[in-house]
């Protein structure tokens, strides 16, 4: 009982706090925030837009839903480097994969560490066209692909029904612009450093239309942009003498995953 009650006082200390703030959203002019968040973004996205190259680390949270509704998170970090139009290295580690990507305007090379094996596929084009083909062909999603477009903002605006801006915040110690936007099957949110550098600090997806509204969320730190990019090499020289496999043996050791969960009505 203790417990309980200590549980329900908690609730009620932060409960008021919880009104002050709906009240002061409603109190907002709504042409004033949602012209001002737009802005902003669109300075974020001009901003990254005019870096020709720029690097980044990364921590992420994927959320997944079991069929009895718990909620699990899925923690990974890594790196991200790029130079425009057409050149990409990033890494992801989590629980149970660890991946290198290596891209250079040709060739895509997909190594799992783990196992020291890789795969190489032709993808000739530009950062856009990779994105793409990550998601969409081989489903493995850069983090926070949109901001590494040629024009962010078209991209996050598109569908876009309602537009906030909710003030400023702190992520890592820097402070930043919050941003909140609603498309119809999902809400984001962005943290945007204020100040002549406007770089995104952190960016959240919840999906509004799955059971339980899960959420991918990647906060993003050391951010170098132009000339302070980390120059790596974007071809992959397989220096670890990495074993290379079909990319359909290689798909699921790349999974964030545990090996015993299953996708879908099975899992």
Known sequence: MEHCLHRLSNFALWAPAAIIVGMFATAT???????????LLKAMSDYLTKQSSLSFDYDAALDVMTKDGQRLALLSSGTVNLTRPGKLRATRAGGFADIEIFFDGRTLTLLGKNDNQYTQVDVPGNIEHLVDELREKYHRPLPASDLLLSNPYDELMKDVTD????????VGGVECDFLAFRKPEVDFQIWIAQGDKPYPCRFSVTSRKQPGNPQYTVQLKNWKPGGGADYSEYSFNNSSNAKKI?????????????PHFKIGANQ
């Open 163 to 170: 537009t906030k801006d909710l003030g400023s915040g702190v």
């Open 246 to 258: 079909d990319l359909k043996d290689l798909r699921d050791k790349l999974s964030d995953l545990p």
């Open 29 to 39: 002019p709504a042409g004033a925030d949602e012209a001002g968040a737009k802005k």
